[in-house]
């Protein structure tokens, strides 16, 4: 368990950008860790996770309902799955299309509040991943943000995995070029990016969520 290593990480990153602490949020990714490993971050003081796959998400967040964890659905969504993410989840970063979170919205219970989004943009292009691309990314929030049962936070993206450090920066940093010129309109707080390899590049860039999970756990079982 190497929370405490990772959060140090955080702190002194936010540090040395100027940042004042607490700027950023971690999100452990718990995807594949056991409910052990989750339950030990928790008892650190860990409070948001993340899970990518929905089956093995159900079955962690009934055995820890008792629990005060935010839970993020940060994987990909088949639109015949909405209604269970819609129901167990607080978050959902990977939001991609008008379809999806129509079903979202009209799925969620209205007494659970509404879910809090993320639409996740495919910044490179990149043929492999997922989201929306930069070109739609304003007719998407438009149309999300006026969902009556979502709430859009901010936006989400993994770059395209490369060991070119100038890549992911360019990456990180038009990101946040267009959550800025976009925040204003749409009151967002949270731009999700940054990973066990980036956080540091992703931080230096403007982001106020990284989403850790080999970092914090160590390797995926
Ligand atoms: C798995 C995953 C992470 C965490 O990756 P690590 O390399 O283990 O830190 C972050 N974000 C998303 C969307 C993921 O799928």
Redesign the pocket.
């Given at each position: 368990m190497n929370l405490e290593n990772v959060l140090h990480t955080i702190r002194s990153v936010e540090k040395g950008c100027g940042l004042s602490q607490h700027s950023v949020q971690l999100l452990a990714?718990s995807?594949k860790q056991s409910i052990k490993k989750i339950h030990q971050a928790y008892d650190l003081g860990q409070r948001a996770f993340?899970e990518?796959y929905l089956q093995e998400a159900i079955e962690k967040i009934h055995y820890l309902k008792q629990l005060d964890i935010e839970w993020h659905f940060?994987?990909r969504i088949q639109s015949n799955k909405t209604k269970l993410i819609a129901e167990n989840f607080s978050w959902v970063q990977?939001v991609c299309d008008e379809k999806v979170a129509r079903r979202l919205s009209d799925q969620r219970l209205v007494e659970l509040g509404p879910l809090n989004v993320c639409i996740q943009v495919n910044v490179d292009g990149d043929p492999d991943k997922a989201g929306v691309s930069l070109e739609e990314l304003p007719k998407l929030c438009d149309v999300v943000s006026q969902f009556k049962h979502l709430r859009l936070r901010g936006l989400m993206t993994?770059p395209q995995l490369t060991d070119d450090e100038a890549q992911t920066k360019a990456t990180f940093e038009k990101l946040k070029q267009v959550y800025d010129e976009l925040q204003p309109t749409y009151g967002f707080d949270t731009l999700s990016m940054g990973?066990?390899?980036d956080l540091e590049l992703a931080i230096a860039a403007g982001s106020t969520m990284v989403?850790?999970?080999?970092?914090v756990f160590g390797p995926?079982g």
């Open positions: 990714v995807k993340g990518n940060i994987g990977t993994i990973m066990s390899g989403r850790v999970g080999a970092g995926r």
